[in-house]
């Protein structure tokens, strides 16, 4: 059939009888040629819907960054909880260390853990820390020499150029002195001076650019800080052992004519053989001298503060020796027994059992009785605490000392005169 446009058309009826079953969208698929038998290939199998390789992806990456959230949250958070709660994580406490840098007046301050700390702090210091052997010539008891005998100690440098603290007591009598450091090598020692109230002696060795030590301030450090000593043991050179600061100002009897004064109490281990070394805070400063054990005790070793050891430093190089100044009084922590046996008023102080003759505070007019309440504006509770300032002090400085006397407050300004 033909339509208006002169375009077959098709008859109805084949229209109708039209297979359709391979058309498109109407269009009509022309029938395929036929194939050669022996080579006909089957028809293509339908294949199963594939879900969709970026759902997928998706997924993954999403779980990778969930596990990553995860864990820094939760280790921020477990952080948190063991940082504020040392007491239950006592091996997470964290300091604030001040670590000296180039010179003496450049520092930086780090937050780090106690461990870390103590290690930095050893770094620092154990170069200049040294072995001191000595040879002394040994007495019988009729005073004749019956031979020689070796002795050891510790030390630590405080100058490139060679000076040593030490005690006193390491190196009295010595005919000879050893020097050895951490790196093997030896100098031959020399004493320039020593100062037996105190226990400090000062060593020297020829050397340059030797390591060295930075000192403390001792008048900063707290009870229950810790602090690090190190030395030579029995021989046992660079031991480190820690502890804390037990007590200030401990007067201490060091032999049968000597007392200690102002002398660092500690529970670091220390032995024969770490006398002489030094006590170190967490920021690798030299807070102490370590001088002294209590035989058969557990936990009681004392050091020189650095300060004391300083002044006799300084003393040393500029006069050759070191004279103290006192106050002039003998005297007792006021207790309650004290009171009541001597009507004393006061409620606390430092009580005067004698005045020296010839002193600055018989001068000033002080007199047995009176109970010594400050000093300088300073509070003055125990005679430890007197003898550790006035000890501060130099021959010559003025004092102002206020006493309580039958209930009535004087002022005596005192003038210091030489120990002894």
Same mark, same amino acid.
């Given at each position: 059939m033909i339509d208006e446009n002169g375009f077959i058309k098709p008859d109805p009826e084949e229209t109708q009888n039209l297979d359709t079953s391979n058309t498109v969208e109407g269009y009509v698929t022309p029938e395929a040629s036929p194939t050669v038998q022996a080579y006909n290939t089957p028809s293509p199998q339908p294949q199963p819907v594939r879900r969709s390789s970026s759902g997928r992806v998706l997924l993954v990456w999403g779980l990778i960054i969930g596990l990553l959230l995860g864990s820094v949250l939760g280790g921020i958070l477990g952080n948190y909880v063991v940082m504020s709660n040392p007491g239950t994580f006592p091996w997470a406490r964290t300091v604030s260390a001040t670590y000296p840098v180039g010179t003496s007046s450049s520092s930086t301050?780090?937050?780090?853990?106690?461990?870390?700390?103590? &290690?930095?702090?050893?770094?620092?210091?154990?170069?200049? #820390?040294?072995?001191?052997?000595?040879?002394?010539?040994? *007495?019988?008891? /009729?005073?004749?020499?019956?031979?020689?005998? &070796?002795?050891?100690?510790?030390? /630590?440098?405080?100058? !490139?150029?060679?000076?040593?603290?030490?005690?006193?007591?390491?190196?009295?009598?010595?005919?000879?002195?050893?020097v050895m450091l951490k790196d093997g090598r030896e100098f031959s020692g020399q004493v320039v001076g020593t100062d037996t109230t105190s226990d400090v002696a000062v060593v020297k060795i020829k050397g340059t650019n030797l390591p060295t030590v930075q000192l403390g301030d001792s008048s900063a450090l707290t009870v229950g800080q810790k602090v690090i000593a190190i030395g030579n043991p029995y021989g046992l050179s660079q031991t480190v052992t820690t502890g804390i600061i037990s007590a200030l100002e401990r007067n201490v009897q060091a032999s049968a004519t000597e007392n200690l004064v102002g002398v660092v109490q500690t529970?670091?281990?220390?032995?024969?053989?770490?006398?002489?070394?030094?006590?170190?805070?967490? !920021?690798?400063? #030299?807070?102490? +001298?370590?001088? +002294?054990?209590?035989?058969?005790? *557990?936990?009681?070793? /004392?050091?020189?503060?650095?300060? $004391?050891?300083?002044?006799?430093?300084?003393?040393?190089?500029?006069?050759?020796?070191?004279?103290?100044?006192?106050?002039?009084?003998?005297?007792?922590?006021?207790?309650?027994?004290?009171?009541? *046996?001597?009507? #004393?008023?006061? !409620? *606390?102080?430092?009580?005067?059992?004698?005045?020296?003759?010839?002193?600055?505070?018989?001068?000033?007019?002080?007199?047995?009785?009176?109970?010594?309440?400050?000093?300088?504006?300073?509070? +003055?509770?125990?005679?430890?605490?007197?003898?550790?300032?006035?000890? !501060?002090?130099?021959?010559?400085?003025?004092?102002?000392? #206020?006493?309580?006397?039958?209930?009535?407050?004087? $002022?005596?300004?005192?003038?210091?005169?030489?120990?002894?």
């Open positions: 301050t780090i937050v780090t853990s106690e461990e870390q700390a103590i &290690e930095n702090a050893v770094k620092i210091v154990s170069p200049a #820390v040294v072995q001191i052997n000595i040879t002394s010539v040994s *007495q019988n008891p /009729f005073g004749f020499s019956s031979g020689t005998q &070796e002795g050891l100690g510790s030390g /630590f440098i405080i100058t !490139s150029d060679g000076y040593i603290l030490t005690n006193n007591h390491v190196v009295e009598g010595a005919t000879k002195i050893t529970d670091a281990a220390i032995n024969p053989g770490n006398s002489g070394g030094p006590l170190v805070d967490l !920021s690798g400063r #030299v807070v102490g +001298m370590n001088t +002294m054990i209590y035989q058969n005790a *557990q936990g009681l070793g /004392f050091s020189v503060s650095i300060n $004391t050891a300083k002044k006799v430093y300084d003393a040393i190089l500029k006069n050759g020796k070191i004279t103290w100044p006192a106050l002039g009084i003998q005297g007792a922590t006021l207790t309650t027994s004290i009171a009541q *046996q001597y009507n #004393v008023k006061a !409620s *606390q102080g430092v009580y005067i059992v004698q005045i020296t003759s010839g002193s600055g505070a018989e001068a000033a007019g002080l007199k047995a009785g009176d109970v010594i309440t400050t000093i300088d504006d300073k509070s +003055m509770t125990t005679i430890d605490g007197i003898l550790s300032y006035i000890r !501060s002090k130099n021959v010559g400085d003025t004092v102002q000392v #206020v006493a309580d006397r039958g209930g009535t407050t004087k $002022t005596f300004s005192v003038v210091l005169k030489a120990l002894g």
